[in-house]
């Protein structure tokens, strides 16, 4: 098996050098500096960031235009757990490090607050998973057994936890909202969206790998087939369904709002886990949706069960779409149904929630925009799969746009009416999640996070070595990204394991006498992570062994970008061969 590991890896890395174009390579737009918008990116994200902290925090978000704060999705400082990663990916290794210890100290799980499951899993259990895998190459004294333990994994293992009871279903479906002290309130709905069902895998799957404890992703695959073993007979699925009865309540079937991550999780589920059962099930959907719902690389929404148009209309929340196509190998018509998606953006100078396609307008009451980030977070991937300098264009108009209509004095302002421009006093978590990370990503192509493998680093657990930092990041839907090579770097816990594995660093140490540093990639958060003492331990280069196959159960393409990685398995799990 390891030869065949080993084979696997180098057809990969072939399949890669083939398929990805070199990095910082590729047309730009004509005219379009890209380092000078990155900094532009860069500036708008501190604005936004100081601002909070300035008038906002402790309270989940900012309100711009009054110049304070709220709480919105139960108190945990919500903008300051998302922004975290952001803030290394922008290279800022010592505010990283500060915000590391402002929420051990300040952030408390046990409150009683009525919590949605959905949110609470995607910002903050996903915030800290990130922030936790991420820490010592943001230069944190990682404890011993790290990343198998430390303080942010404990954190995400007991907000997760704290979810848990909303799983205790018949069917395995969760409820929506749940209360952090006391459980599933009595008289709680039972009626959840889609997504709100299906979009658990990629944190809780992590949790499970790290911890040892198998309950989250058990309970998040128990989710993801209840809601495959009750889709129609075309082989679509709802908007909302009972989570008691399995009885659909909502049926309209399509790939926005209600239903969108779903997919999502499905497939980057599927990388994450190499788990060829959850990509087989998105590829069915992908049949269905392209079959009923496509209609000149646009997609509609239609009768679960007969597949007749209910609305003929394009969510915002829909432009997630052309990213994970890219994912799966199918670039052609993404970019067909991007170029669709980005006619609107161009039409209104952001994407209103709702548009109606034959009307060519918006829909009344969904006019507005939160400063949403999927037409750039497709943006993002498939110009690292084209480099068509088009996708530059579209993070171009998104920083003027923005820049233009939205930014105030205390941050960014929703957009309430694209029509005129009003704004509103809300500024989401997700802006600095996803929607600036997004944008930073896209004109920054030598950032870590793009790493092709060509650097890594190796770590010593209780359970035996380990490569981390190789690529390959997998982005949960509110962008926070989870590198998979860390869910096989730990075992469930046995006491007597760190004498074992002392033992094996001895003799291996006598052993073994050759190594070679990999020389990391250089600082790409040119302004303040400039300005950082070589605090952070990414600073070294990492450890490769020298003729020796590897001990420790490693992905089978550990070394590939995101975006190329699953277009090639997207092409192996297509292949019966």
Not at 126 to 139: I, Y
Request: charged share 25%.
């Amino acid at each position: 098996m390891a030869a065949l590991r080993s084979l696997g890896s180098f057809l990969c890395l072939w399949a890669l050098r083939l398929l990805a174009p070199p990095a910082g390579t590729g047309a730009a737009a004509p005219g379009l500096d890209v380092a000078s918008y990155r900094e532009r990116v860069r500036a708008m994200f501190y604005h936004a960031y100081e601002h909070y902290l300035e008038s906002a925090f402790p309270y989940d978000e900012l309100r711009p235009l009054t110049c304070d704060g709220q709480d919105t999705w139960g108190s945990f400082s919500l903008t300051l757990i998302d922004a975290l990663d952001t803030l290394l990916i922008l290279g800022n290794v010592s505010e990283f490090q500060r915000v590391v210890n402002v929420l051990q100290e300040g952030v408390d799980f046990d409150i009683d607050v009525n919590a949605s499951v959905f949110e609470t899993n995607i910002r903050v259990v996903g915030g800290l998973l990130s922030a936790h895998l991420l820490s010592k190459k943001a230069g944190v004294e990682v404890e011993v057994g790290w990343p198998c333990s430390g303080p942010l994994l404990r954190m995400a293992e007991e907000a997760a936890r704290k979810l848990l009871p909303a799983f205790q279903t018949p069917t395995g479906m969760p409820y929506g909202t749940v209360n952090l002290l006391h459980g599933v309130n009595p008289g709680e709905t039972p009626v959840t969206c889609t997504a709100g069902i299906g979009t658990f895998i990629v944190e809780f799957a992590t949790l499970s790998h790290l911890t040892g404890d198998p309950v989250f992703e058990d309970v998040a695959r128990k989710a993801l087939k209840a809601l495959w073993k009750n889709r129609s007979d075309i082989g679509l699925v709802g908007n909302h369904i009972d989570v008691l009865t399995a009885k659909w309540v909502a049926q309209d079937a399509g790939i926005g709002a209600g239903v969108d991550s779903y997919f999502e999780y499905l497939v980057k589920g599927a990388i994450l886990l190499q788990d060829k059962e959850l990509m087989s099930m998105f590829l069915e959907y992908n049949k269905a949706i392209k079959n009923y719902t496509k209609f000149d690389d646009w997609y509609l929404w239609v009768q679960m069960y007969k597949g007749t148009v209910s609305m003929p209309v394009f969510q915002s929340l829909e432009a997630y779409w052309p990213g994970l196509q890219s994912l799966i190998g199918d670039v052609d018509n993404a970019m067909r149904t991007f170029l669709n998606y980005y006619t609107v953006w161009k039409q209104f100078g952001g994407l209103p929630e709702f548009y109606n396609i034959p009307q060519g307008y918006t829909v009344d009451k969904r006019e507005g925009y939160p400063l949403r980030p999927e037409l750039i977070e497709s943006a993002m991937y498939l110009y690292r799969a084209t480099r068509d300098p088009t996708l530059l264009e579209l993070g171009r108009d998104a920083v003027e746009s923005i820049e233009k209509i939205s930014k105030v004095d205390c941050g960014f302002a929703t957009i309430k009416d694209l029509r005129d421009h009003r704004l509103d006093n809300r500024m989401e978590s997700f802006f600095l999640a996803e929607t600036v990370k997004y944008l930073y990503l896209l004109f920054d192509p030598d950032n870590f996070i793009h790493n092709d493998g060509s650097v890594f680093d190796v770590v010593i657990t209780p359970y035996g070595e380990c490569v981390l930092n190789a690529g390959g990041y997998v982005f949960n839907t509110e962008a926070h990204p989870i590198d998979p090579a860390a869910l096989h770097c730990c075992r469930k816990r046995k006491e007597e394991q760190w004498e074992v594995e002392d033992l094996m660093r001895e003799f291996y140490s006598l052993k073994k006498n050759k190594k070679f540093t990999l020389k990391r990639a250089s600082d790409h958060g040119e302004g303040e992570s400039a300005k950082e003492p070589k605090d952070a331990s990414s600073e070294k280069g990492g450890e490769k062994r020298n003729s020796r196959k590897s001990s420790h159960s490693l992905l089978s393409c550990p070394s590939q970008s995101f975006n190329s990685k699953l277009a090639v398995l997207g092409q192996v799990f297509l292949d019966n061969t």
